[in-house]
């Protein structure tokens, strides 16, 4: 079954830099598009990123663009997001979804994983 | 990208109906039938339980149902149960590779 398991959030500085991993396994992970979305406390979810299934490139929401990398290790089946530049706003649940998919995208997200806590905190 | 609009909470008994609704504009919600639907149970992850606008996917129960009208979709929940008490959220796809999700609605069964 298709399993996805988030890592790496914490409690950092305002300005600080964080990255996110997300390990999948169930599927052929090389052959789908991966997405982040977040969830602020109290707040309903907002996309953040989507890369394709060949990390040939990642579209981004605009509060995160600029600042935001998310990339793909097809070979360890692991999903990344590099967050720069954190301010308390990026405070949030972080979670990574699989698209349905094979080799492309589609307008909807199959899977979730149960998520990632990153406060931004001075 | 604003977020799309949904009522922040409603309720009903059991047996009852309840319709979400998920206003956008014309650049999102008004332009593509890809609107999806997803519950989340606390400290759970969300859950899709219905794709593009109308269809839901294998071992969504059938009271659940979606539709779409200009610029507004809407979820209904035909006969709340108990296990239907969660928070929902609609999305929709905005183009260029980009989606946007609505502020979440906390659906109580009474």
């Known amino acids: 079954q298709v399993q996805l398991v988030e890592s790496g959030g914490g409690v950092v500085q305002p300005g600080r830099s964080l990255k996110l991993s997300c390990a999948a396994s169930g599927f052929t992970f090389n052959s789908y598009a991966m997405h982040w979305v977040r969830q602020a406390p109290g707040k309903g979810l907002e996309w953040v990123a989507l890369?394709?299934?060949?990390?040939?490139?990642?579209y981004y929401a605009d509060s995160v663009k600029g600042r935001f990398t998310i990339s793909r290790d097809n070979f360890r089946s692991t999903l990344s997001l590099q967050m720069d530049g954190l301010t308390p706003e990026d405070t949030a649940v972080y979670y990574c979804a699989k698209d349905p998919k094979m080799g492309g995208y589609d307008s909807y997200l199959e899977y979730w994983g149960l998520g990632t806590l990153v406060t931004v905190s001075s | 990208q604003s977020a799309l609009t949904q009522p922040a909470s409603m309720s009903g008994s059991p047996g009852q109906s309840i319709t979400i609704s998920c206003t956008g504009t014309?650049?999102?919600?008004?332009?593509?039938?890809?609107v999806s639907w997803y519950q989340q149970h606390p400290g759970k992850a969300p859950k899709l339980i219905i794709q593009?606008?109308?269809k839901r996917p294998s071992g969504v129960p059938i009271r659940f149902s979606g539709s779409k009208s200009g610029n507004t979709a809407s979820l209904t929940i035909s006969g709340l149960q108990a296990e239907d008490e969660a928070e929902y959220h609609c999305?929709?796809?905005?183009?260029?590779?980009?989606?946007?999700f609505g502020s979440g609605t906390q659906v109580t069964v009474l």
């Open positions: 999305c929709s796809y905005a183009g260029g590779n980009t989606y946007v």
């Open positions: 014309r650049n999102d919600i008004g332009s593509y039938n890809l």
């Open positions: 593009e606008v109308t």
């Open positions: 890369i394709p299934y060949d990390g040939s490139h990642g």
